[in-house]
């Protein structure tokens, strides 16, 4: 893993088979499984070596970026991945003068969100974009 590099781009309507496949094999919940359009829709792609690692679902509301889904390969998973991409969620978000990224469904990723800068707010987890 040392010295690769997580590419990051925006999902296109073209990549709806193999994310669809990604979600089938990684995604640990029904839910995410199939929310493939989700993220179609909307979402963020990370690839090492031109395979997809990573898929980040959002939907853009008025104020803020709401991250939908977050899907790591189970095999590189605690790896830096979850990392990057919401960092790449957060700079999207600045670019979008959106300043609070939203997740309201945080099962199983609360210690993640927490490394990452999230604070529980009610039912959600908000972090303010800087």
């Known amino acids: 893993m040392r010295g690769l590099r997580l590419f990051v781009r925006p999902i296109e309507p073209g990549d709806d088979p193999d994310v669809r496949a990604f979600l089938e ?49 189970r095999e590189l998973r605690r790896k830096w991945i979850g990392k990057v991409m919401m960092r790449e969620v957060e700079q999207l978000a600045l670019k979008m003068d959106r300043r609070r990224l939203i997740v309201d469904d945080a099962r199983g990723a609360q210690e993640f969100l927490r490394r990452v800068g999230f604070q529980v707010e009610g039912e959600r987890w908000v972090r303010v974009v800087p």
Not at 34 to 42: F, V
Not at 52 to 73: F, N, P, Q, Y
Request: proline share 0%; hydrophobic share 45%; net charge negative.
């Open 25 to 73: 094999r990684h995604a640990e919940d029904e839910d995410s499984r199939h929310s493939h359009s989700l993220s179609t829709a909307c979402g963020l792609l990370g690839k090492l070596l031109g395979e997809i690692v990573a898929v980040a679902g959002m939907e853009i509301t008025a104020d803020a970026v709401r991250v939908r889904e977050l899907v790591v390969s």
